[in-house]
């Protein structure tokens, strides 16, 4: 399923868990690492050229050459085949386009968390590439490179599921790495009452909500089962993002497959935006599929 893999840096400290997970992956899939930095000129003065430009991007061209070496000679050593290239332009965009031309099966991403009122926004290169990109994207939380990052094996993973196209869609790729990894698949359903005045919300209203969640949990699990995976389903009430953080935590899962979109009448935002959320604030490793 992932032969090939891009993992874009940007240099910053805490990239080795985000290169820890990308070769975990790349080992259990046999796929090719392909490292990528993009020197970002979105913002250029206007009328640079010439000697002053190639001074200006200097130190970036020397950062981007270092990162990606770091990701093609840990590939390397780890008898992976390896490619590795620098390039110019506004960095997301760069990310899709290399992506498009070397038929990338999957994309490895750190992401810094955030908090207050930056939640709310799509704003990091990582966030556009999981909204915009065909193919699976992998966030990966930067951590701290002077403890040793471990990744994998992916023994518990989570799925999130709001009975939509998108999030079977989503739940297929997620059951083929738990089949790679032996893993139990866990599947959750939050029932957001969010859309409803909750004087209004009746228990009729919740009740119909949670039979929804009953029917998508158990399509996703039969999944699981045909292909011989231990799962178990679980249906939560509250705000989505919050509820699958939570439900992660109390199965201790190694990582967390949804996809990008999904509905937003009934089951409320638990994939979409949700999805967004999740990728800040989660401490495992977040799979994304569009």
């Known amino acids: 399923m992932f032969g090939t893999m891009l993992v874009p840096t940007d240099g910053s400290a805490g990239a080795e868990a985000t290169i820890s997970h990308a070769l975990e992956f790349a080992r259990a899939y046999g796929a090719a690492v392909h490292a990528l930095y993009v020197v970002d000129t979105g913002a250029e003065p206007a009328g640079i050229a010439g000697a002053d430009r190639e001074e200006l991007y200097a130190p970036s061209e020397r950062r981007g050459r270092e990162a990606t070496i770091r990701i093609t000679d840990r ?88 009975g939509s196209d998108a999030a079977e869609r989503a739940a297929e790729t997620a059951l083929d790495v738990a089949e790679k990894y032996d893993a139990d698949v866990h599947v959750v359903y939050v029932v957001d009452p969010t859309p409803y005045v909750l004087e209004d919300a009746s228990r009729s209203i919740v009740g119909l909500l949670k039979e929804g969640g009953r029917e998508a949990t158990e399509t996703v699990a039969t999944m699981a089962r045909d292909r011989d995976l231990s799962v178990t389903t679980h249906i939560r009430r509250g705000e989505p ?35 967004a959320r999740v990728v800040r604030r989660a401490p495992i490793p977040v799979l994304t599929v569009g």
């Open 75 to 162: 590939a390397e050593d780890a008898d992976l085949t390896a490619a590795r290239e620098v390039r110019e332009g506004v960095p997301h965009q760069e990310i899709l386009t290399y992506t498009d031309e070397h038929d990338i099966d999957i994309i490895v991403m750190g992401t810094h968390g955030r908090t207050g009122a930056d939640r709310a926004r799509l704003g990091s290169t990582t966030e556009r590439v999981l909204t915009l990109a065909d193919v699976p994207v992998l966030s990966v939380r930067l951590g701290d490179d002077r403890e040793t990052a471990t990744a994998g094996p992916y023994e518990r993973i989570l799925i999130p599921t709001d």
């Open 241 to 275: 993002a919050t509820e699958l953080l939570t439900s992660a935590s109390a199965v201790d899962a190694d990582i967390v497959a949804m996809g990008t979109r999904g509905r937003t009448v009934g089951t409320g935002r638990l994939l979409g935006s949700t999805t």
